[in-house]
């Protein structure tokens, strides 16, 4: 079982920057691949970033590459989101998921979802 709990979101304006946190519960979670995906009002779900188990490989949306970077602390058991550059199109609850499967840009490939974090991207 892995419990993952996000944190970090706020509002702010555009251009800003703003770094998020996925803290996690799992006893392993080295073996664990690890994504963010963001949810905007009316909208699906849709993958932001990833990266593998050591970090090794990172995988990122168009529409936030070079704008983001995605970085894991193993030891800390944390996952960053590094975001800057922000733009109102952000705007959505951020989410922080766990897998051991993939493909690593399908939501579906996550065993496990933190609660989320607002991101609010005024112009």
């Known amino acids: 079982q892995v419990q993952l709990v996000e944190s970090g979101g706020g509002l702010v304006q555009a251009w800003d920057s703003l770094r998020l946190s996925c803290a996690a519960s799992?006893?392993?979670?080295?073996?664990?691949?690890m994504g963010w995906s963001r949810q905007a009002p009316g909208k699906e779900r849709e993958f932001v970033a990833a990266?593998?188990?050591?970090?090794?490989?990172?995988y990122y949306a168009d529409s936030v590459k070079g704008r983001f970077t995605i970085s894991r602390d193993n030891a800390k058991k944390t996952v960053e989101l590094r975001m800057n550059s922000l733009k109102p199109e952000d705007t959505a609850v951020y989410y922080c998921?766990?897998?051991?499967?993939?493909?690593?840009?399908?939501?579906?490939?996550?065993?496990?979802w933190g609660h989320g974090t607002q991101v609010t991207v005024s112009s």
């Open positions: 990266l593998t188990w050591s970090g090794a490989s990172t």
């Open positions: 998921g766990a897998t051991t499967s993939s493909p690593l840009r399908s939501a579906r490939a996550y065993n496990y």
């Open positions: 799992a006893r392993t979670f080295s073996a664990y691949n």
